[in-house]
């Protein structure tokens, strides 16, 4: 990965810090980093709107719960259903979400 460009995981869990973050970041940060990019490029071969869905998905997950991706607990995506449900998402929006989180993980 191109040292240059800042990893999206990183914009997602830093914000504007993402740049020092990823400067300072640990190897297990660094590995997660690298497979969130992988699998974001490939949900980018397949549409250019999963990309986008996923960004949103993972970028609406990880606003509310402020984890790293491998201490995200079941708990924590239950109560971001719940969140979701009482926006007002509808039921296959919830669905969705929750499948572009399942795919990263598996």
Do not use: C, N
């Not at 914000?15 to 400067?23: Q, S």
């Not at 940060?29 to 071969?45: P, V």
């Not at 509310?64 to 926006?87: G, I, K």
């Amino acid at each position: 990965m191109d040292e240059e460009k800042i990893p999206e995981l990183m914009r997602l869990l830093f914000g504007e810090a993402a740049g020092a973050a990823w400067t300072g970041a640990s190897e297990r940060l660094r590995r997660w980093t690298h497979a969130f990019e992988d699998w974001l490029q490939e949900r980018r071969r397949l549409s250019l709107q999963k990309y986008k869905d996923a960004l949103w998905y993972w970028g609406q997950l990880l606003g509310r719960q402020p984890r790293m991706p491998w201490e995200l607990q079941r708990q924590d995506f239950e109560s971001h259903a719940a969140w979701m449900h009482s926006q007002g998402y509808a039921d296959a929006t919830v669905v969705s979400a929750f499948v572009v989180f399942s795919s990263f993980y598996h």
